[in-house]
């Protein structure tokens, strides 16, 4: 019986694509079994009314890749070799992803760290899911985003020269951004440093791995905030390094209980998360000078400073450094844009070559577009007009929140945080069951986040919610708080 071959519908692709893609589909599928033999290439060309030249060139592409085996003067055929695997390749290519499993073989110990720590329950969330009333931290307002600027600003940096933009840049970032962030960093934030400091990193989450990668060994003690972010702490145990919580007050991290061996402190001193406290002026140079004294380094995640409501911006840490202990490091993916994943890095000059040497190691540079226009996005006013617009929007959202909090919870709703940033811890304590609370919300359309993951440590009692309000507007801040308070009544336990 002879082989019927039908050509797929257009789709933009070349006409031998898709008869190569039809031929090989029916050979995966088992319709067209090893040793059979196809049409001629002129019968094939007038049944499917294509040139004989189109049918010749999917027959050769087939032979390249090893479907089809072609024999002088006999005609051509479904390759007689190929391995049972081959046609179950479809099958197998639509298989759900098994279930992590840390003693999957030939892992080395660092793939079985990133399978034992965190990383898979932060994979694991679905961060394409959104409520109509998403209280999702971290997420930023898109439509306040300046996209016409930086539309116009692409285009410029389209016409640049084709070598500046389309090569291999400079592995540090490329000398117009760091120029730019250097300057910023140092008006707005205090940061002292030289453009040479600053390193270009694909979002803040990249700087805390490349400072693990070049400060840790197996075993090393790193003191982390508790409660804090989950993201270092799965960067520093894939390291290999031994976490030691912290616990942290109205002041900041308490000093007093870093362990003497810790060889590296991860902090949030401007604005501490989860919690908001925000470190204050004693602590700091407390901070300070126990790093100088014990040798460690210290890592200062500045990650939405530029966001504060109550009182004047407060200096970076690092600005308070001399023994150059601080490695800086913030992002711009709540500020601007999370798909840009662009972020920076200030360490210390004696650590310059091995970060930058792991970063080179690590993927090479920062996509060159995104830097050229960002350095101008910079440079011609548009950041700082943007952080200024962003700070009256956030901070309309946050008094929206404060005042629909005290409307519908009164003093039920303890909240904390709310000086800065873009969210707020919320204590509820009339809620019994906080999983039933934020599946209830879910099924009302009101995204809610218990803040169980960022404690290493039992967390408090009660219920309480990480609440991010950046990324909602005034009236949907209030309609879903209000939505939260009939949840809440509905399965308040009677006294």
């Known amino acids: 019986m002879d082989i019927v071959i039908e050509l797929p519908s257009g789709s933009g692709r070349p006409a031998y694509q898709r008869l190569a893609e039809a031929i090989r589909e029916g050979i995966l599928s088992g319709r067209?079994?090893?040793?059979?033999?196809?049409?001629?290439?002129?019968?094939?060309?007038?049944?499917?009314?294509?040139?004989?030249?189109?049918?010749?060139?999917?027959?050769?592409?087939?032979?390249?890749?090893?479907?089809?085996?072609?024999?002088?003067?006999?005609?051509?055929?479904?390759?007689?070799?190929?391995?049972?695997?081959?046609?179950?390749?479809?099958?197998?290519?639509?298989?759900?992803?098994?279930?992590?499993?840390?003693?999957?073989?030939?892992?080395?110990?660092?793939?079985?760290?990133?399978?034992?720590?965190?990383?898979?329950?932060?994979?694991?969330?679905?961060?394409?899911?959104?409520?109509?009333y998403e209280f999702?931290?971290?997420?930023?307002?898109?439509?306040?985003?300046?996209?016409?600027?930086?539309?116009?600003?692409?285009?410029?940096?389209?016409?640049?020269?084709?070598?500046?933009?389309?090569?291999?840049?400079?592995?540090?970032?490329?000398?117009?951004?760091?120029?730019?962030?250097?300057?910023?960093?140092?008006?707005?934030?205090?940061?002292?440093?030289?453009?040479?400091?600053?390193?270009?990193?694909?979002?803040?989450?990249?700087?805390?791995?490349?400072?693990?990668?070049?400060?840790?060994?197996?075993?090393?003690?790193?003191?982390?905030?508790?409660?804090?972010?989950?993201?270092?702490r799965a960067a520093f145990a894939a390291a290999g390094a031994r976490l030691a919580p912290v616990p942290v007050d109205r002041e900041g991290i308490r000093v007093g209980d870093l362990p003497e061996r810790a060889k590296l402190v991860y902090v949030t001193p401007s604005h501490q998360f989860p919690s908001g406290a925000v470190m204050s002026a004693t602590r700091r140079l407390e901070l300070l000078e126990w790093a100088a004294r014990t040798g460690a380094y210290i890592i200062e995640d500045d990650y939405d400073s530029e966001f504060r409501y109550e009182g004047r911006p407060l200096a970076a840490l690092q600005g308070l450094d001399e023994a150059g202990r601080v490695i800086y490091t913030g992002t711009l993916s709540?500020?601007?844009?999370?798909?840009?994943?662009?972020?920076?890095?200030?360490?210390?000059?004696?650590?310059?070559?091995?970060?930058?040497?792991?970063?080179?190691?690590?993927?090479?540079?920062?996509?060159?577009?995104?830097?050229?226009?960002?350095?101008?996005?910079i440079d011609e006013g548009h950041f700082e007009r943007h952080l200024r617009r962003m700070r009256k929007v956030y901070e309309q959202?946050?008094?929206?929140?404060?005042?629909?909090?005290?409307?519908?919870?009164?003093?039920?709703?303890?909240?904390?945080?709310?000086?800065?940033?873009?969210?707020?811890?919320?204590?509820?304590a009339e809620v019994r069951d906080a999983d039933a609370f934020v599946k209830q919300a879910r099924e009302r359309r009101v995204g809610i986040y218990h803040a169980r993951p960022y404690f290493l440590t039992e967390p408090p009692p009660g219920a309480t919610f990480l609440m991010g309000y950046s990324s909602v507007t005034v009236d949907g801040i209030r309609e879903?708080?209000?939505?939260?308070?009939?949840?809440?009544?509905?399965?308040?336990?009677?006294?």
């Open 480 to 495: 879903g708080i209000g939505i939260l308070a009939e949840v809440a009544r509905a399965s308040r336990v009677p006294r």
């Open 136 to 232: 999702r931290y971290g997420t930023p307002s898109f439509d306040e985003f300046p996209m016409d600027a930086w539309r116009t600003l692409t285009k410029r940096v389209l016409d640049y020269p084709p070598q500046d933009l389309l090569g291999y840049g400079p592995t540090e970032g490329l000398p117009a951004l760091r120029e730019s962030l250097a300057r910023y960093l140092q008006r707005s934030r205090g940061v002292r440093c030289d453009a040479g400091q600053v390193l270009v990193v694909n979002g803040s989450q990249q700087a805390l791995d490349l400072a693990a990668r070049v400060l840790l060994d197996p075993g090393d003690v790193v003191a982390v905030e508790e409660p804090g972010y989950p993201g270092a």
């Open 397 to 428: 959202r946050r008094i929206a929140l404060m005042e629909a909090f005290g409307q519908h919870f009164g003093e039920r709703a303890a909240i904390s945080g709310s000086e800065s940033g873009m969210h707020v811890l919320v204590n509820l």
């Open 334 to 377: 709540k500020v601007l844009l999370p798909a840009l994943r662009l972020g920076y890095m200030v360490a210390p000059p004696a650590l310059q070559p091995a970060i930058s040497g792991a970063k080179w190691l690590t993927d090479r540079h920062v996509a060159l577009l995104y830097q050229a226009v960002l350095a101008l996005f």
């Open 32 to 132: 067209f079994r090893p040793g059979e033999r196809l049409p001629p290439t002129r019968t094939l060309a007038r049944n499917l009314s294509l040139a004989r030249n189109t049918v010749l060139e999917a027959y050769e592409q087939l032979i390249a890749e090893g479907y089809l085996s072609a024999r002088h003067g006999s005609g051509t055929f479904v390759a007689p070799d190929l391995p049972d695997r081959a046609f179950r390749a479809e099958a197998l290519a639509v298989q759900p992803s098994p279930n992590i499993d840390t003693a999957t073989p030939g892992l080395g110990a660092f793939g079985r760290r990133v399978l034992q720590g965190e990383i898979p329950a932060q994979m694991a969330e679905d961060r394409s899911r959104v409520s109509a």
